[in-house]
C-alpha cells in the first residue's frame, strides 16, 4: 500500500506540470496546429543558433568553456519559442463520458481465499475498489460487476460476491462478459484475479477468439509470485496401465520455497509402498525427481502420493496427489521365432517364466522340417510354424526373431509381419546370431522398413566372436528397460560390473527416429547394441548380440541383473500393443471437474476398424448408482467413438465397454476414473503474472499490480474501443513549457553571476 500511495503522489505531481494525464500522451500523436510548413520551424531554428554562434564569435577571446554553454542555452530556449509559435497540440482518442460501459470480472475462485496479513486477497480487491477507484470509473462509464469462478454470476454489488468455486475458468469468464455486454457499447474489461486457471479454458485458439472482439482486457494481479514456506507435488505422471509384476516409472516434479529437503512417501490406498528422501535444489523454484514403484498385483490400484509438511506450511492440501494405474489380469502374449537352439534362447525364456503377466509362445527349429514348441495355450497353437494368418499373428503383442533367416518365411508372412508392426501396433525384436540381421538376410525383407537401422548387405562374418561391455547412453540412463537400480549412480555401477559379452554383432547406419539405450565397447570402438524406434502404431527393437547370458553365468546366483533386464525388456516390447477393443479417457483423475470424456477403438481380428458397432458403456460409481450410455462413432470410418459422462459425485468409477457388431460380441474393455473434489483451487495458488500480462498484452490490455491500482481510472478512458471523440489539447500552455523557459533564461543568467563575466 505504500508504493501505492508513492505511485498516487507521483502521478499528481505529473499531472500538475502536464496538465493531462500520462495515458494521453501515452496514446495520443504529436503535431503541430498552425499549419505553418515544418520546414520553416527548422530553417527559423537554424538561424537563430547561427546569430547566436555569430554574437559568441565576436567574444570568442573570453574562451570557449564561457561561451558555449551560454550558447546552448540560448538556442534552446529560442527553438523552444519558435516551437510553440507553431502551437503543438496532442491528438488523442477518448471514450464518451457516460456513454460506454465498462466491465469489472472479479475472480471468486477458492483460490482468491489465500491471503497475507490476514486479509483475503478477495477482500483485497474490494477494499481497493472502494477505495475511489471504482468511484472514478463510475464518472466515466456505467460499470457492470461479474463474479466468476467455474461459472459467471453478474452482481449488484461488491457485497453479493458468491462463495469461493472449486475451479477458476478465466476464459469462459471473459467469454461470457464480452458476449452480455448491454445496449451500450463495451469500452474494457477489467480483471481481478491470481492467475491460477486450471479450467484449461484459456487456450491460443480461445485468447484469439477473446482478442477479436476488440475489447482491451486489462488485468490487476493478486497474491505474490512465490508462495514461502510451501511444498507443492507440482506434477505426477505415471502410466495409466502396467502388467501386473512390472515396475511403474513415476515422474514427479515438486515446487519448493523455504525447504531444502522433502520426505516423500506413496501409498497405494492405506499400504505405503515407497518412500524416500529427496534434496531439493537451491538454483530452481522445482525439483524433478523419478521413482520406481511396484504395480502390484492385478486390479485398480490408487497411488497417493504425499509430501510430509515443513515447519510453518499453511497449505497442506498441495502436498498431496492421487493417480489411478490400472493392471489388468489379461496376459499379454509374446511370440519368440528361433532358427537354431542355443543358449540364450534357453536363459531367456527362464527369464520370463515366472512373470504371470507374461506368455513367451516360441518355436525353435531343430531340424530343417522340424519344430519344437514350448509355451503354448492348446496343440493347434504354432502347429505350422509362423503364422500365416493375420487373426492369428496379431494375437500376440509382440513378436521376437532370434537367430533365423529371412528365407524361412514366405513373402505373405514378411508382409503380415511388417503389418504386425505398422497396423497392428505390435512391436518385433530382433536378436542377433548366426542367421540373425544382416546374416539372415533380413536387409531385403519387408521387416527392413521399420527397423531402426539401415541393414547392410549380407555378410557372415557381421556377427563374431570379440568380447565388449554393455554401456549405458544417456537414453539408456532415463529409460526403464535397462534399470536394474532405481538410483541412476548405482545403476550405471551395475552395468559397468556385469560381465563381458562374448560376441555383438555390428549394425548399419542409424535411422533418423533411433534411440540408442545401450552400446557394446569393445577393441573396435563403440557400437549401438540395444536400438529402438517407433514405426506407424508400433515399434521395432534390435540387440545386437546374442551373450546376455553371461550376465547370468558369471554373477552370483542371488543376482538378478539378467532376469530384472530381460523381464522388463519383454513388459516394454508387449505392453505397448494395443488391444482390438480399448476405453481410454483423456486422464485417470479429475479433480473439480464432472464431465468425462472416453474415446474407444473397435477393431476386428485383423484390426481393421468396425465402424458400425453397437458400443455401450456400464457406469458404475463409488457412490452414485450405475447408469449406461452409448458411445457415439466418430464419423470418419476408423473405428472411432466418444460420449462424455457427467460424473457428478466424487469417487471411483468403473466403466466398462462392451461392443457388439452384427449381432456378435466384439470384446469389452475395462478403464477407472477417479473424481476428486475441493482439490484444484489449492494447487498453484502463487499469482500467474506471465498469463494475466499474456491476456492483457494480446487484447490490447496493461498489467496493473494491485499497488498502482491508483492510476487504472486515469488511463481506460483513452481506449479505442466503445464510443470515442478525437480530442486536440494543446501544450503550449502546459506548466512545464513556462517552467523549462525560466529555466533556460535563469540558467544564463547564474552562469553569468557565477563568471562575472559576459
Same mark, same amino acid.
Given at each position: 500500500?505504500?508504493?501505492?500511495?508513492?505511485?498516487?503522489? +507521483?502521478? =499528481?505531481?505529473?499531472?500538475?506540470?502536464?496538465?493531462?494525464?500520462?495515458?494521453?500522451?501515452?496514446?495520443?500523436?504529436?503535431?503541430?496546429?498552425?499549419?505553418?510548413?515544418?520546414?520553416?520551424?527548422?530553417?527559423?531554428?537554424?538561424?537563430?543558433?547561427?546569430?547566436?554562434?555569430?554574437?559568441?564569435?565576436?567574444?570568442?577571446?573570453?574562451?570557449?568553456?564561457?561561451?558555449?554553454?551560454?550558447?546552448?542555452?540560448?538556442?534552446?530556449?529560442?527553438?523552444?519559442?519558435?516551437?510553440?509559435?507553431?502551437?503543438?497540440?496532442?491528438?488523442?482518442?477518448?471514450?464518451?463520458?457516460?456513454?460506454?460501459?465498462?466491465?469489472?470480472?472479479?475472480?471468486?475462485?477458492?483460490?482468491?481465499?489465500?491471503?497475507?496479513?490476514?486479509?483475503?486477497?478477495?477482500?483485497?480487491?474490494?477494499?481497493?475498489?472502494?477505495?475511489?477507484?471504482?468511484?472514478?470509473?463510475?464518472?466515466?462509464?456505467?460499470?457492470?460487476?461479474?463474479?466468476?469462478?467455474?461459472?459467471?454470476?453478474?452482481?449488484?454489488?461488491?457485497?453479493?460476491?458468491?462463495?469461493?468455486?472449486?475451479?477458476?475458468?478465466?476464459?469462459?469468464?471473459? =467469454?461470457?462478459?464480452?458476449?452480455?455486454?448491454?445496449?451500450?457499447?463495451?469500452?474494457?474489461?477489467?480483471?481481478?484475479? !491470481?492467475?491460477?486457471? $486450471?479450467? $484449461?479454458?484459456?487456450?491460443?485458439?480461445?485468447?484469439?477468439?477473446?482478442?477479436? +472482439? #476488440?475489447?482491451?482486457?486489462?488485468?490487476?494481479?493478486?497474491?505474490?509470485?512465490?508462495?514461502? !514456506?510451501?511444498?507443492?507435488?507440482?506434477?505426477?505422471?505415471?502410466?495409466?496401465?502396467?502388467?501386473?509384476?512390472?515396475?511403474?516409472?513415476?515422474?514427479?516434479?515438486?515446487?519448493?520455497?523455504?525447504?531444502?529437503?522433502?520426505?516423500?512417501?506413496?501409498?497405494? @490406498?492405506?499400504?505405503?509402498?515407497?518412500?524416500?528422501?529427496?534434496?531439493?535444489?537451491?538454483?530452481?523454484?522445482?525439483?524433478?525427481?523419478?521413482?520406481?514403484?511396484?504395480?502390484?498385483?492385478? #486390479?485398480?490400484?490408487?497411488?497417493?502420493?504425499?509430501?510430509?509438511?515443513?515447519?510453518?506450511?499453511?497449505?497442506?492440501?498441495?502436498?498431496?496427489?492421487?493417480?489411478?494405474?490400472?493392471?489388468?489380469?489379461?496376459?499379454?502374449?509374446?511370440?519368440?521365432?528361433?532358427?537354431?537352439?542355443?543358449?540364450?534362447?534357453?536363459?531367456?525364456?527362464?527369464?520370463?517364466?515366472? !512373470?504371470?503377466?507374461?506368455?513367451?509362445?516360441?518355436?525353435?527349429?531343430?531340424?530343417?522340417?522340424?519344430?519344437? @514348441?514350448?509355451?503354448?495355450?492348446?496343440?493347434?497353437?504354432?502347429?505350422?510354424?509362423?503364422?500365416?494368418?493375420?487373426?492369428?499373428?496379431?494375437? +500376440?503383442?509382440?513378436?521376437?526373431?532370434?537367430?533365423?533367416?529371412?528365407?524361412?518365411?514366405?513373402?505373405? &508372412?514378411?508382409?503380415?509381419?511388417?503389418?504386425?508392426?505398422?497396423?497392428?501396433?505390435?512391436?518385433?525384436?530382433?536378436?542377433?546370431?548366426?542367421?540373425?540381421?544382416?546374416?539372415?538376410?533380413? &536387409? $531385403?525383407?519387408?521387416?527392413?522398413? =521399420?527397423?531402426?537401422?539401415?541393414?547392410?548387405?549380407?555378410?557372415?562374418?557381421?556377427?563374431?566372436?570379440?568380447?565388449?561391455?554393455?554401456?549405458?547412453?544417456?537414453?539408456?540412463?532415463?529409460?526403464?528397460?535397462?534399470?536394474?537400480?532405481?538410483?541412476?549412480?548405482?545403476?550405471?555401477?551395475?552395468?559397468?560390473?556385469?560381465?563381458?559379452?562374448?560376441?555383438?554383432?555390428?549394425?548399419?547406419?542409424?535411422?533418423?527416429?533411433?534411440?540408442?539405450?545401450?552400446?557394446?565397447?569393445?577393441?573396435?570402438?563403440?557400437?549401438?547394441?540395444?536400438?529402438?524406434?517407433?514405426?506407424?502404431?508400433?515399434?521395432?527393437?534390435?540387440?545386437?548380440?546374442?551373450?546376455?547370458?553371461?550376465?547370468?553365468?558369471?554373477?552370483?546366483?542371488?543376482?538378478?541383473?539378467?532376469?530384472?533386464?530381460?523381464?522388463?525388456?519383454?513388459?516394454?516390447?508387449?505392453?505397448?500393443?494395443?488391444?482390438?477393443?480399448?476405453?481410454?479417457?483423456?486422464?485417470?483423475?479429475?479433480?473439480?471437474?464432472?464431465?468425462? @470424456?472416453?474415446?474407444?477403438?473397435?477393431?476386428?481380428?485383423?484390426?481393421?476398424?468396425?465402424? $458400425?458397432?453397437?458400443?455401450?458403456?456400464?457406469?458404475?460409481?463409488?457412490?452414485?448408482?450405475?447408469?449406461?450410455?452409448?458411445?457415439?462413432?466418430?464419423?470418419?470410418?476408423?473405428?472411432?467413438?466418444?460420449?462424455?459422462? !457427467?460424473?457428478?459425485?466424487? #469417487?471411483?468409477?468403473?466403466?466398462?465397454?462392451?461392443?457388439?457388431?452384427?449381432?456378435?460380441?466384439?470384446?469389452?474393455?475395462?478403464?477407472?476414473?477417479?473424481?476428486?473434489?475441493?482439490?484444484?483451487?489449492?494447487?498453484?495458488?502463487?499469482?500467474?503474472?506471465?498469463?494475466?500480462?499474456?491476456?492483457?498484452?494480446?487484447?490490447?490490455?496493461?498489467?496493473?499490480?494491485?499497488?498502482?491500482?491508483?492510476?487504472?481510472?486515469?488511463?481506460?478512458?483513452?481506449?479505442?474501443?466503445?464510443?470515442?471523440?478525437?480530442?486536440?489539447?494543446?501544450?503550449?500552455?502546459?506548466?512545464?513549457?513556462?517552467?523549462?523557459?525560466?529555466?533556460?533564461?535563469?540558467?544564463?543568467?547564474?552562469? @553569468?553571476?557565477?563568471?562575472?563575466?559576459?
Amino acid at each position: 500500500m505504500r508504493s501505492g500511495r508513492r505511485f498516487a503522489y +507521483y502521478w =499528481t505531481v505529473f499531472e500538475r506540470l502536464f496538465t493531462h494525464p500520462l495515458w494521453a500522451y501515452r496514446t495520443g500523436t504529436f503535431a503541430f496546429a498552425n499549419a505553418w510548413p515544418i520546414g520553416l520551424l527548422v530553417t527559423s531554428i537554424l538561424v537563430g543558433a547561427a546569430l547566436v554562434a555569430w554574437t559568441l564569435w565576436r567574444r570568442r577571446a573570453l574562451g570557449w568553456q564561457l561561451l558555449l554553454p551560454v550558447g546552448v542555452l540560448q538556442t534552446a530556449l529560442i527553438a523552444l519559442i519558435l516551437c510553440l509559435l507553431w502551437r503543438p497540440v496532442l491528438n488523442v482518442e477518448r471514450v464518451r463520458d457516460r456513454e460506454n460501459e465498462l466491465a469489472i470480472a472479479v475472480d471468486a475462485s477458492a483460490s482468491m481465499a489465500y491471503g497475507e496479513g490476514g486479509q483475503s486477497r478477495l477482500q483485497e480487491v474490494a477494499a481497493a475498489l472502494r477505495n475511489d477507484t471504482l468511484q472514478g470509473l463510475e464518472k466515466t462509464f456505467a460499470v457492470r460487476l461479474f463474479g466468476f469462478a467455474q461459472s459467471t454470476t453478474p452482481l449488484d454489488s461488491l457485497e453479493a460476491m458468491p462463495p469461493p468455486g472449486r475451479q477458476t475458468r478465466i476464459g469462459d469468464a471473459l =467469454t461470457q462478459v464480452l458476449q452480455s455486454a448491454g445496449s451500450a457499447p463495451l469500452a474494457g474489461v477489467i480483471l481481478f484475479s !491470481d492467475g491460477a486457471e $486450471n479450467g $484449461n479454458t484459456l487456450s491460443e485458439e480461445r485468447l484469439a477468439e477473446i482478442a477479436s +472482439y #476488440g475489447v482491451p482486457v486489462h488485468t490487476v494481479g493478486l497474491g505474490p509470485e512465490q508462495v514461502t !514456506d510451501d511444498l507443492e507435488l507440482e506434477r505426477v505422471e505415471v502410466a495409466s496401465s502396467a502388467p501386473a509384476g512390472s515396475t511403474i516409472d513415476a515422474q514427479i516434479g515438486i515446487r519448493h520455497n523455504g525447504a531444502a529437503q522433502a520426505r516423500l512417501r506413496v501409498y497405494d @490406498r492405506d499400504n505405503l509402498v515407497a518412500a524416500r528422501d529427496v534434496k531439493l535444489r537451491t538454483d530452481a523454484a522445482t525439483t524433478q525427481l523419478s521413482l520406481d514403484l511396484p504395480a502390484g498385483q492385478a #486390479g485398480t490400484h490408487e497411488l497417493r502420493f504425499v509430501l510430509d509438511p515443513i515447519e510453518g506450511e499453511r497449505n497442506v492440501i498441495n502436498n498431496t496427489r492421487t493417480r489411478v494405474v490400472n493392471v489388468p489380469a489379461t496376459r499379454r502374449n509374446i511370440l519368440y521365432v528361433e532358427g537354431e537352439p542355443r543358449w540364450e534362447y534357453k536363459f531367456l525364456r527362464r527369464a520370463v517364466d515366472r !512373470d504371470r503377466a507374461l506368455r513367451v509362445a516360441s518355436i525353435v527349429r531343430t531340424t530343417p522340417n522340424k519344430h519344437y @514348441r514350448q509355451g503354448v495355450n492348446s496343440p493347434d497353437e504354432l502347429v505350422d510354424g509362423f503364422p500365416s494368418d493375420p487373426a492369428e499373428l496379431f494375437g +500376440y503383442e509382440a513378436v521376437i526373431i532370434g537367430s533365423y533367416e529371412a528365407a524361412a518365411l514366405r513373402a505373405e &508372412q514378411h508382409r503380415l509381419l511388417k503389418e504386425f508392426v505398422d497396423k497392428r501396433g505390435g512391436t518385433v525384436l530382433m536378436l542377433a546370431g548366426r542367421y540373425g540381421l544382416s546374416a539372415g538376410g533380413w &536387409q $531385403n525383407a519387408a521387416l527392413a522398413q =521399420t527397423l531402426p537401422v539401415q541393414l547392410t548387405g549380407r555378410q557372415p562374418a557381421q556377427f563374431v566372436q570379440r568380447p565388449a561391455q554393455a554401456q549405458l547412453t544417456i537414453y539408456g540412463a532415463e529409460s526403464p528397460i535397462p534399470r536394474l537400480d532405481g538410483d541412476a549412480r548405482r545403476n550405471v555401477d551395475r552395468w559397468k560390473n556385469l560381465p563381458q559379452l562374448a560376441d555383438y554383432q555390428s549394425l548399419g547406419r542409424l535411422k533418423p527416429g533411433a534411440i540408442v539405450l545401450l552400446e557394446a565397447n569393445g577393441p573396435q570402438g563403440r557400437s549401438p547394441l540395444l536400438v529402438w524406434q517407433h514405426y506407424g502404431r508400433g515399434a521395432t527393437y534390435v540387440l545386437a548380440t546374442a551373450s546376455t547370458l553371461r550376465w547370468q553365468m558369471r554373477m552370483p546366483s542371488e543376482d538378478q541383473s539378467h532376469e530384472m533386464f530381460w523381464r522388463q525388456l519383454m513388459h516394454a516390447i508387449a505392453s505397448t500393443a494395443p488391444s482390438r477393443v480399448t476405453v481410454n479417457s483423456e486422464r485417470t483423475v479429475y479433480e473439480d471437474e464432472r464431465m468425462v @470424456r472416453l474415446e474407444a477403438e473397435v477393431r476386428d481380428e485383423r484390426f481393421e476398424p468396425i465402424s $458400425n458397432a453397437t458400443v455401450e458403456l456400464h457406469v458404475a460409481p463409488e457412490r452414485d448408482a450405475a447408469f449406461s450410455q452409448i458411445m457415439q462413432p466418430s464419423g470418419q470410418g476408423d473405428g472411432r467413438y466418444t460420449a462424455t459422462l !457427467d460424473a457428478a459425485s466424487a #469417487g471411483l468409477y468403473r466403466i466398462e465397454m462392451n461392443a457388439r457388431a452384427e449381432n456378435k460380441e466384439v470384446g469389452s474393455a475395462v478403464t477407472h476414473v477417479l473424481r476428486n473434489d475441493g482439490v484444484a483451487e489449492h494447487f498453484a495458488t502463487y499469482q500467474h503474472r506471465d498469463l494475466l500480462e499474456r491476456i492483457a498484452n494480446a487484447t490490447g490490455g496493461r498489467y496493473w499490480p494491485l499497488s498502482d491500482l491508483d492510476g487504472l481510472a486515469g488511463a481506460i478512458p483513452y481506449s479505442k474501443a466503445g464510443i470515442v471523440e478525437r480530442q486536440t489539447l494543446d501544450l503550449w500552455n502546459l506548466p512545464i513549457v513556462f517552467l523549462t523557459l525560466l529555466a533556460l533564461k535563469l540558467g544564463e543568467w547564474l552562469l @553569468r553571476l557565477r563568471w562575472g563575466r559576459l
